[in-house]
Every structure is written in structure tokens, then in C-alpha cells.
């Protein structure tokens, strides 16, 4: 795989592993793709250098780490000007309970996922949030149950 190429099939199946389990040792995943180790793990760091892996993590149970509450929130910005919008995004980037955020198209601008361990942490936490600058609006949907809840991308063949 060189820069600008197009994957082949040995480097989508190393990426498949390892987004399922990034701590198996190189010798188990040149295994299951066919390789002697030396060339997995040459494929295995250019696709680290390259940015398909942007880091190996361990995924951790979020309810034994006493957080049970998960909130999504929709957010509506009252400023659109990009310096504003940029700061918002620094801003609520860097606070620790926010899990994901995306900016949208569409009837919200932006959509968090929160996880806290209560209601009173997030409302702690949404004090914070709406005191960053002034927004049209702030919608919190408590998740209930989590159903799926998947880190691995669908990788095509």
C-alpha cells in the first residue's frame, strides 16, 4: 500500500482485526491474513504512518465505572459567524463528559453524546455548556437502554 493507492484486500482484513481487537500480537493477526510476521507488521505500521489507525485504545464498561447515563443533545447556536462557532467547538471539545460531537446540517447544529454518572452531574454539566455563549436552544434526550453500540467501522471488501 503506498500513498494515494487503494487498499488491497491483506490491508482491509489487518484493519478489520485490529479495530476488533488491537491487542493481538502481530503473529496472531499475520496468522489470519496469511502473512509471515515481518511483512503484517511492515503493512501494520504503514498503515499506522498512513492514518487509517489513528490510535489503539481499550473500550472500557462504561456502567462499572459508574456511569449509567448517557445524553444526546442537540444544540442550536444563537452566533453562526465561524470564529464563534470555532470557539463553541474548542470549547465543548474539551469537556471531559462529552463523548462525541458532530457539527449537522439540517434543523440543529450541533449533536452531542454525554455520558455522566447522574442527572445532577448532568446538570452540572449543562450549566457549563450553556454558559459558553449564548444558544437558541438545547435539547437533552436521556437514553434509556443502550441497544448497539459499535466501534468497529464496516470495512468494505
Not at 22 to 29: K, Q, R, T, V
Not at 90 to 96: A, H, L, Y
Not at 113 to 124: G, I, K, L, M, Y
Request: glycine residues 6%.
Amino acid at each position: 500500500m503506498s500513498e494515494g493507492k487503494a487498499l488491497d484486500a491483506i490491508d482491509k482484513r489487518i484493519l478489520q482485526i485490529v479495530q476488533i481487537d488491537a491487542s493481538l500480537a502481530i503473529g496472531e493477526i499475520a496468522h489470519k491474513v496469511g502473512l509471515s510476521q515481518t511483512p503484517c507488521w511492515k503493512r501494520l505500521q504503514r498503515l499506522e504512518q498512513s492514518g487509517f489507525i489513528k490510535r489503539r485504545i481499550a473500550i472500557l464498561d462504561q456502567a462499572k465505572l459508574g456511569l449509567g447515563l448517557t445524553v444526546f443533545v442537540a444544540i442550536v447556536v444563537g452566533e453562526h459567524a465561524a470564529e464563534t462557532q470555532a470557539k463553541f467547538a474548542s470549547d465543548v471539545s474539551s469537556m471531559r463528559e462529552v463523548m462525541d460531537l458532530y457539527r449537522m446540517a439540517g434543523d440543529v447544529d450541533y449533536i452531542l453524546r454525554v455520558v455522566v454518572p447522574d442527572t445532577a452531574s448532568f446538570d452540572s454539566f449543562y450549566k457549563r455548556l450553556t454558559a459558553l455563549t449564548p444558544l437558541k436552544s438545547v435539547t437533552s434526550r436521556f437514553a434509556l437502554e443502550g441497544i448497539k453500540n459499535e466501534t468497529a467501522l464496516p470495512i468494505l471488501s
